[in-house]
Nanobody, 123 residues
Framework: QLQLVESGGGLVQPGGSLRLSCAAS????????IGWFRQAPGKEREGVSC????????NYADAVKGRFTISRDNAKNTVYLQMNSLKPEDTAVYYC????????????????WGQGTQVTVST
């Protein structure tokens, strides 16, 4: 049973940076593609980024391209999302989830959702 826990969220000013972590327990994350998703109040959950099990393939939503970087360290059983040049529009609860096959923009493909971590970008 794969379990994921997000951490690293907080309150930052516009233009600031945060690094989110998605830590796995109960099982190695090596076979899984890991996706980051976010949900703002009153809005649908949306895909942010995804990294393949090998780390070779990475995907980014248009809204975060050039600002966010996804990476993984399988030795630490952790996937990271480095977020730079943060904007108020990035404010949301951020979730990570796992997909055994490959990166996908479909939420239904993912499982083992974490509890989420709050990111707030404001002055």
């Amino acid at each position: 049973q794969l379990q994921l826990v997000e951490s690293g969220g907080g309150l930052v000013q516009p233009g600031g940076s945060l690094r989110l972590s998605c830590a796995a327990s109960g099982f190695t994350l090596d076979p899984y593609a890991i996706g980051w998703f976010r949900q703002a109040p009153g809005k649908e959950r949306e895909g942010v980024s995804c990294i393949s099990n090998s780390g070779i393939v990475t995907n980014y939503a248009d809204a975060v391209k050039g600002r966010f970087t996804i990476s993984r360290d399988n030795a630490k059983n952790t996937v990271y999302l480095q977020m730079n040049s943060l904007k108020p529009e990035d404010t949301a609860v951020y979730y990570c989830a796992a997909y055994f096959l490959s990166c996908s923009w479909s939420l239904a493909d993912f499982s083992s959702w974490g509890q989420g971590t709050q990111v707030t970008v404001s002055t």
